[in-house]
């Protein structure tokens, strides 16, 4: 039996690998200045590769993102345990479906399996301070600032990235079981 999730809109279910490399591929045809996630390029190339997919599966919840309707992949997120109480989630969506919403919808289910099923405590994202679209997802979703890391990029430029987490409540959530 599969765990898959189900919102308004979206239809989150168990990411292949398959899945995983189309959204790397995604990722392949943008301009440079569109990485601007907080996310080391090192880690963007074992995204886009698949290699994430093989070190990170063992130990997190990785999650293709569909539309209920059409079925047809928009995104994909992850939940990696930190400790056993505390994650840090991120998500990735196909550059035609954001600003629509399903960002914030698709985390704030992550949130809730993450409280709900996996018993957390709390659960922090991470993004480029220039980055207002994926700090909104995360205020949406109900994530508060907590903290600002300032990084010396190779270039000598400053790069901040905004850390913002928020915190375990009575959630009513239940996944749905598909066979």
């Known amino acids: 039996m599969t765990t898959t999730w189900t919102t308004p809109r979206l239809h989150l279910v168990p990411c292949t690998r398959q899945e995983w490399r189309e959204v790397g591929r995604w990722f392949i045809t943008l301009p440079d200045e569109a990485f601007d996630d907080g996310l080391p390029p ?26 209920r309707r059409q ?29 629509r919403g399903y960002g914030t919808e698709a985390l704030q289910a992550l949130v809730k399996y993450g409280f709900s099923i996996l018993g957390l405590r709390g659960i922090t994202g991470e993004a480029d301070a220039e980055n207002h679209a994926a700090l909104s997802v995360m205020q949406k979703a109900g994530m508060n600032l907590r903290y600002r890391l300032k990084t010396e990029m190779p270039d000598g430029s400053i790069r901040v990235i905004i850390g913002c987490t928020v915190d375990c409540e009575p959630l009513k959530f239940q996944p749905t079981a598909a066979s």
Do not use: E, N, V
């Open 42 to 67: 090192r880690l963007w190339q074992h995204i886009i590769t698949g290699r994430f997919f093989d070190t990170a599966k063992p130990y997190s919840l990785l999650i293709a993102i569909r539309r």
């Open 71 to 99: 079925q047809d992949l928009i995104g994909a997120a992850f939940l990696a345990p930190q400790s056993d109480q505390y994650g840090k989630a991120s998500l990735f969506l196909a550059p035609p479906f954001r600003g």
